[in-house]
C-alpha cells in the first residue's frame, strides 16, 4: 500500500489486499471488522460514496 493523504480506495479491496499479505506471511488474519477499527486506529478515516466504502489516504500498488 502506498500512504497519501490525496489518495483513496475502496475498504473491500484493500482488506483483501491484507487477507493476501497475511497468508502469504502465514499469519493470523483480522475479521473485517477488527481489520476497519485497525485502519481507524492508525488514522484512516473511511466513507461512503456510492453505496461503497472508502478508506482516504491510501491507495494500493499494483503488487501484491
Given at each position: 500500500c502506498i500512504i497519501d493523504r490525496n489518495e483513496s480506495c475502496q475498504a473491500?479491496?484493500?482488506?483483501?489486499r491484507y487477507i493476501i499479505w497475511a497468508?502469504?506471511?502465514r499469519l493470523k488474519t483480522m475479521?473485517?471488522?477488527?481489520?476497519?477499527?485497525?485502519?481507524?486506529n492508525r488514522g484512516f478515516?473511511?466513507?461512503k460514496s456510492?453505496?461503497?466504502i472508502i478508506?482516504?489516504?491510501i491507495k494500493l500498488n499494483s503488487q501484491v
Open positions: 473491500t479491496n484493500v482488506y483483501q497468508e502469504n506471511g475479521s473485517l471488522s477488527a481489520f476497519g477499527r485497525q485502519m481507524a478515516e473511511k466513507r456510492g453505496g461503497v478508506y482516504d489516504g
